[in-house]
Every structure is written in structure tokens, then in C-alpha cells.
């Protein structure tokens, strides 16, 4: 009698976990029949399509050939590994995606929380929307009209070029996407134009959240704009940071290789090499399906080092962070 | 800080340094625009900035009327992203909907399933071979079967539904609904902003994609999209990076150039983009932002 008016008192959610303990497994499910059927179907679609490539991770091990079944594949351990770490090309697509990555991830950040700070302080409303507006718009393009775009700008008869020389800092035109050793800046400088409004906005949303309490007090303490930007803003922002910063370090070097083949050319071919090209070009282009699952899975370890390398280092500072 | 107070130097620094950036971000825009708005042989000679200085459409028609592919492109182009994202948020949504009831029995496993995809994936290869096996290669379904579900998306809208009150679904179940209308009828309505937020992006994704045509379906003319033709087009012209001078020769005797072909499509590309978005631009500004401080 005891446990019904307790029943009476709780919510709709706390009555079912209650009696979710003397239940049989059955009676809930019957219970739960609609939402079960809800999600039976796409619980089916995450394991053909996101968990049973993952099985696929044995054909690393494997000699692989497509005409054979499983059972009656060839292993042969970490032999495409070792295979994998003794070349040279691979040793030269992986400097070039961490290279890149890492860049794109410094200025990345750099201009977008730049970018961030001066909006939150644009004080002309309608200006500060448009500009906002125009910024969004790199993000949505693709990156096929990006690399059309800077292939232009940077042509030796382009804007970028006509303004250098005008300028006086250049005497001729540089055939920009020729130069091998600028490459990198490029696809920097492209990511940088196509991603920093974007990224901005998680930024503005955390900055909306600042208590403006802090902004007087900083005023009253005597402070001027920069003050108050470096020290009330910025430490508002601080956890969004880290959080965005931890999740794009594990995906360094997950960079596709989209930019880099659109951007690149036959000249800046060994800059523009990144691990996901070297993985098609070797591994399906050759017909190599194991040895480019190898590297698939080399991929993936990296990026849960990463992620928690940079987990530990930001619990380190979060540490110290509660004050 | 209502009210203009006293406007200081570093207010105008701002308005200029924007002013710059706006510069900065349209002018590649408006500058293929013209070219691909300004007649061939007339644009070899430079010089060309957000004018044309010899308007024509040629450039447009020659695409239209000798690119065989390229209606074919768009067709698919708008297809794909109206299914793919239909059928995609209504995933998302449902699958964000089952989660996000707290008494559901198997909301923590699947959410862990779930979560964990976002972290390790099969890799190229496996996917490749999955999709060969399942006989996706060549059909148009590979644009919007394996695409259907993003984790992400799943995680933003669900954070959303979480701060619904429960009240909704209590009355509700009271008068004798079930999940599923519930789901239809109370909480979808109320998730718009998310929803739309989620839309937008799917819908991009889709706009956007080349590399599936590429993998699936390179050679088979009636499921090739908008962006892959213009990424073959791209190509070419990367190729000839170090030819330069033969195209000129060649431009002069024809109306219309590799390259300005290449400004026409790539608006073409671009023009639907920046038809949608700056209408969409509120609700995705409000999702994102209450997505964020949710996650």
C-alpha cells in the first residue's frame, strides 16, 4: 500500500524506472513497443553502414583478394604495417597532413576567435549583421568553387598578383600554385578565408553567455576596450576553446584530401600528397584493398592518440582553472 | 551598451578592418561573376576586376547547349539534396526523438553506439567494399542510403528535445497518444530552429559532395552531379597549369574559353547556394547557438 501513494507522488518517468524493476524484460519492451520500432531501423543502418566497415579492419591483416571468401584469405600480420612504415612516400604524405593540419588548426583558431573578439565589438548593428552574413557565405560554398576561386585570385594575371605589383612589393607576377613551397600557405590561407566566419559564431554564442556584471566591474576597476577584452572576455570564452580545440586536434589528421587535390597540381604534387590520397592512390588505385585499410587504421589510431593527448593536457590546465 | 556614446578610434578601426573583410569575401565572388559574364577573347586581356567590360552570354549558353552533361548534373545535383535531406533530418529527428526519452530501455546503449562512430570509423577502403557489395555502385540510392544518419546531427537535435518539458509527452500519453505522435504532432513542431539547423547543414553536405559520384559512379553519365562536372572541369584546367600560352592562341579563334567556361559553371554552381542560405541564415544562427550551449 506503502509503494502506491509513494507512485502517486512521482513524475510520469520516475513511475516507470520505479516499476521498471519488478518488470520482466518482455513487459517493457511490449511497453515500449512504438519507440523500439522508432529506432529498430536505424539501429540497423549504424551497424551496415558505420560498424560492419569496421570488421573490415581485418583485411589489414590479410593478403586480400576480392574473388576469395573470408575464410580463405591469406594472413599475413602486420606485415602491411611494417610495409606502410618503410615508405617513403607515406613518410612524406604524413609530414605534409600534419603540416597542413596543424597550420589550419593554429590560424584556424587564431582568426576565428580574432574574428570573433572584433564582431562582439562592432557596435553598428546593421553593418555588424551584414558582415556577419557575408562571412557565413565561404563556408557553404564548396570547396570544387573555393579552389576555382583561389586558382583565379592567384593566376600570374589575377587580382592578388596585379595588387603586389602594384603595390610595388612584387616587380613581376608569381605564378602562386607553381611554387612548391607556398603550397601550404595556400591551402592555409583557403582554409582560413572559407571556415573563419563560420567558426566564429560558436564563439559569439559563448560570449552572449558572459555575464555583463563582469564587463561593469572591469569598467569601474578602471579598464579600457583591450583590458576588458583580455580579461573578461577571453577567460569567458576560455572553455569553449578548449572544448573546440580538443576535438580538433584528434582531427588533424583526418584532413580529407579534397582541398589538397583541388588546390594542387603536377609542380606542388609531393607538397599536396596527404594520408587519405596516399590511401586511394595506393591502396584502391592499385588494387591494394589491404594495404590501404592498413593505412585507414593507422588513421584512426593517430587520431584517438590525439584526442587524448589533448584531453589530458586540457585537464591539466583545467585544473588550474578553478579559482 | 545602448545608446551611441562617444565613438573612439578603435570603432573606426573596426568598421574598416570589416569593411575590409567583406572585400576580402565577396570580391572572388563577384570577380568570376564578371568574368564569366564578359567575352572570352576581351577577358585574355586582364584587366577585369567586378565589371564586365564586354557583357555577353555566351559563356552561359555555350554550356547550356553543348555541355550534355551538365543539365543532367543539375537535375541530380537538386534531387539528391532534396531527398537526401528530407529523408535525412527525418532520420536524425526520429533516432534524436528515441534518445531523448529518459525511460527508454535501450537509450543508453544506442546512444553509446552511436557516439562511438564518431570517433572510429571503417575507413575508405571497407566502406568502398561495402557499398560494392550491397550493389549501391551505379544507382542513385548511394547519394542518399549511406549518408542518411551523422552522428552530429543526431546529438544537436536530441540536446534540444532533452530541455522540452515533460509535461508535453505526460499529457500527451494521458489522452492515449503514442510515440509516434507524439513525436509527429507535439515535439517536431517545437524543434524547428534545430530542425531547420540541421536541414541546412545536410542540405549543404549534399549540394556540395563530388567524391561519392566520384567513387560510385564516375563514369555513368545519368547520376553525375553539379559539382563533380565542375570539379573535372577544374582538373583539366589545373592540367594545363604550365600551358598557358597554347590556350591563349587557341581562345582567340573561339568565342568562349576553357577558362571562361569554367567562371560560368562555377556560378552556376553557386547561385542556388546564395539563393537558400541568407533566408535560412536566421534559424541556423538560433539552432547553432542553443545547440551549443546545450552540448
Not at chain 1, 600480420?77 to 597542413?100: C, K, S
Not at chain 1, 607553381?178 to 601550404?184: C, E, K, L, S, T
Not at chain 1, 585507414?296 to 583545467?318: E, H, P, Q, T
Not at chain 2, 526519452?101 to 566502406?127: A, C, D, N, Q, W
Request: net charge positive.
Amino acid at each position: 500500500m506503502e509503494e502506491v501513494s509513494q507512485l502517486k507522488n512521482m513524475s510520469l518517468n520516475e513511475e516507470f524506472r520505479a516499476l521498471k524493476k519488478g518488470k520482466s524484460k518482455w513487459k517493457q519492451i511490449k511497453e515500449q513497443k512504438v519507440l523500439i520500432m522508432m529506432a529498430f531501423p536505424f539501429v540497423i543502418w549504424l551497424i551496415i553502414f558505420r560498424y560492419l566497415p569496421i570488421l573490415g579492419w581485418t583485411m589489414a591483416f590479410q593478403d586480400y583478394k576480392p574473388q576469395n571468401g573470408f575464410f580463405e584469405q591469406e594472413w599475413v600480420g602486420f606485415d602491411h604495417f611494417i610495409e606502410l612504415f618503410q615508405d617513403q612516400m607515406f613518410h612524406q604524405a604524413l609530414r605534409n597532413t600534419l603540416g597542413m593540419g596543424f597550420l589550419g588548426l593554429i590560424f584556424g583558431f587564431l582568426a576565428s576567435i580574432t574574428f570573433a573578439l572584433l564582431i562582439n565589438e562592432l557596435r553598428f548593428k546593421k553593418f555588424k549583421r551584414f558582415t556577419q552574413t557575408v562571412s557565413y557565405l565561404p563556408h557553404f560554398v564548396s570547396w570544387v568553387i573555393v579552389a576555382n576561386l583561389v586558382t583565379t585570385m592567384l593566376a600570374t594575371d589575377g587580382a592578388v598578383n596585379q595588387l603586389l605589383v602594384f603595390l610595388g612589393i612584387l616587380d613581376d607576377p608569381v605564378h602562386f600554385m607553381a611554387q612548391p613551397r607556398m603550397f601550404w600557405g595556400i591551402v592555409t590561407a583557403a582554409e582560413v578565408w572559407k571556415s573563419t566566419g563560420w567558426g566564429a559564431i560558436i564563439y559569439l554564442a559563448a560570449m552572449a553567455g558572459i555575464d555583463p556584471g563582469l564587463y561593469e566591474a572591469a569598467q569601474v576597476d578602471g579598464a579600457n576596450r583591450l583590458q576588458r577584452i583580455i580579461h573578461v572576455t577571453l577567460p569567458g570564452i576560455r572553455p569553449t576553446i578548449i572544448v573546440l580545440l580538443i576535438m580538433s586536434i584528434g582531427n588533424v589528421i583526418n584532413i580529407g584530401f579534397e582541398r589538397q587535390m583541388l588546390l594542387g597540381n603536377n609542380i606542388v604534387a609531393n607538397q599536396a600528397l596527404v594520408i587519405e590520397r596516399y590511401a586511394l592512390d595506393y591502396g584502391i588505385g592499385l588494387f591494394r584493398f589491404s594495404y590501404g585499410t592498413a593505412v585507414g587504421i593507422f588513421r584512426s589510431m593517430i587520431s584517438i592518440i590525439l584526442i587524448f593527448i589533448a584531453n589530458g593536457f586540457a585537464k591539466k590546465i583545467g585544473e588550474g582553472r578553478i579559482m | 551598451m545602448k545608446g551611441l556614446k562617444r565613438i573612439t578610434a578603435f570603432d573606426i578601426f573596426l568598421v574598416i578592418f570589416f569593411i575590409l573583410v567583406c572585400i576580402v569575401t565577396l570580391y572572388p565572388f563577384l570577380h568570376v561573376l564578371a568574368l564569366s559574364l564578359n567575352d572570352a577573347t576581351d577577358a585574355v586581356k586582364g584587366g577585369i576586376h567586378i565589371i564586365p567590360r564586354e557583357f555577353t552570354l555566351d559563356n552561359y549558353r555555350h554550356i547550356f547547349s553543348t555541355n550534355t552533361a551538365l543539365p543532367r548534373a543539375f537535375l541530380n545535383s537538386v534531387l539528391r539534396t532534396v531527398i537526401g535531406t528530407a529523408t535525412g533530418v527525418m532520420s536524425c529527428a526520429i533516432l534524436a526523438y528515441t534518445l531523448s526519452r529518459k525511460h527508454f530501455m535501450f537509450r543508453k546503449s544506442i546512444s553509446m553506439l552511436l557516439v562511438f562512430t564518431m570517433y572510429i570509423s571503417g575507413g575508405l577502403i571497407p566502406e568502398f567494399l561495402l557499398i560494392r557489395n550491397l550493389g549501391l555502385v551505379n544507382r542513385f540510392a548511394v547519394y542518399i542510403i549511406p549518408g542518411l544518419i551523422s552522428a552530429f546531427n543526431v546529438i544537436v537535435i536530441r540536446s534540444f528535445m532533452d530541455g522540452l518539458p515533460d509535461a508535453l509527452e505526460e499529457s500527451a500519453k494521458m489522452d492515449g497518444a503514442n510515440d509516434f505522435t507524439i513525436f509527429l504532432k507535439i515535439i517536431l513542431p517545437l524543434c524547428l530552429p534545430v530542425i531547420a539547423t540541421v536541414a541546412l547543414f545536410i542540405a549543404v553536405g549534399q549540394w556540395n559532395s563530388w567524391f561519392d559520384t566520384y567513387l560510385y559512379a564516375r563514369n555513368n553519365e545519368s547520376l553525375t552531379t553539379l559539382q563533380f562536372e565542375l570539379m573535372k572541369i577544374l582538373e583539366d584546367a589545373n592540367i594545363t597549369v604550365s600551358q598557358v600560352n597554347s590556350q591563349n592562341a587557341q581562345q582567340l579563334m573561339n568565342r568562349v574559353s576553357p577558362t571562361s567556361v569554367r567562371m560560368a559553371i562555377t556560378i552556376i554552381a553557386t547561385v542556388p547556394i546564395l539563393l537558400v542560405y541568407p533566408f535560412l541564415q536566421k534559424y541556423f544562427v538560433t539552432g547553432l547557438t542553443i545547440g551549443a550551449v546545450k552540448s
